[in-house]
């Protein structure tokens, strides 16, 4: 009888060659595709935090069960972005890889970057609207979860957002890596679950999330909703910028580090 000796998985040179012709894909993309495809995945992201949320305003878990569930939850948005397909600003640090490689130029990886940073604070805005007229978030233990989340973010001196954000997209890459060396659905989300459950569990700061999470607080803050224990002074767009400067280019940092180490380690020479 015939068997299939088919790998269960990709080789991790076969994933580096997914990653570096698609760093062409990505960068040839029209405007007109490109920017519907990152709007979805700011979506996509907020619909994660909008989800974990649920279990962060719990205060009958545990901690740990509590950003674990929360943190397995919040998967469902990269889930989304690999399965049904969009353009994820963190994810797309790793096409530097194809810069490197001479595939792509430099001022493409930028523009590329810029295009889908932008597409996918479109997406989370737009989340925030419709979760905020539809009062999902301003429910007592909803709000006071979403606020609780966003101060501890907002509290944060730069430095730390940024070694937070290194440390997340690391985690958020490898699940990205996973899921492209994935052969199956399930392949591609059981890849991403461990890693995103681990970044989320442990606090780091992912800047697309953080594109809906603030500005959401924001609007709950300026509907003076007032959350007990948090002080209403950190909710300010300084502090909002602060967060996503950092946070982004901490998450930058580290997709096109693994990238890097990846090709170094893998590509042909």
């Known amino acids: 009888m015939e068997t299939n000796s088919r790998p269960d998985a990709l080789t991790t040179v076969e994933v580096l060659e997914k990653v570096l012709s698609g760093a062409v894909v990505k960068t040839s993309l029209p405007l007109g595709r490109q920017l519907p495809l990152a709007f979805l995945a700011g979506l996509y992201i907020g619909l994660g935090g909008l989800f974990a949320t649920l279990f962060l305003s719990d205060a009958s878990l545990s901690f740990a069960v509590q950003r674990f569930c929360a943190g397995a939850v919040f998967s469902l948005g990269l ?32 523009l590329n970057w810029v295009r889908v940073w932008l597409g996918n604070a479109l997406g989370a805005l737009t989340l925030v609207a419709l979760v905020f007229f539809a009062h999902t978030a301003d429910l007592g233990p909803m ?34 890596w996973m899921g492209y060396a994935g052969r199956s659905v399930a392949d591609k989300v059981l890849g ?14 992912h800047c697309v999330a953080n594109l809906y ?33 950092a946070a982004t280019l901490g998450n930058t940092v580290a997709g096109v580090t693994l990238a890097m180490l990846y090709r170094a380690a893998c590509a042909k020479r």
């Open 192 to 205: 991403v679950l461990l890693p995103v459950s681990a970044f989320v569990a442990l606090g780091f700061e």
């Open 79 to 110: 889930s989304l972005v690999l399965v049904a397909g969009a353009e994820l600003y963190t994810g797309n640090t790793m096409i530097a890889a194809g810069a490197a490689e001479g595939r792509i130029t430099w001022g493409a990886t930028v």
């Open 213 to 245: 999470f603030l500005p959401l607080s924001m609007v709950l803050s300026a509907s003076d909703y007032v959350a007990e224990g948090i002080d209403p002074a950190l909710f300010t767009w300084a502090n909002v910028a602060k967060n996503l400067t």
């Open 143 to 176: 709000a006071n979860g979403m606020l609780g989340v966003a101060a501890g973010k907002l509290s944060a001196g730069w430095f730390t957002i940024f070694v937070k954000g290194i440390l997340c997209n690391l985690l958020v890459c490898l699940g990205v």
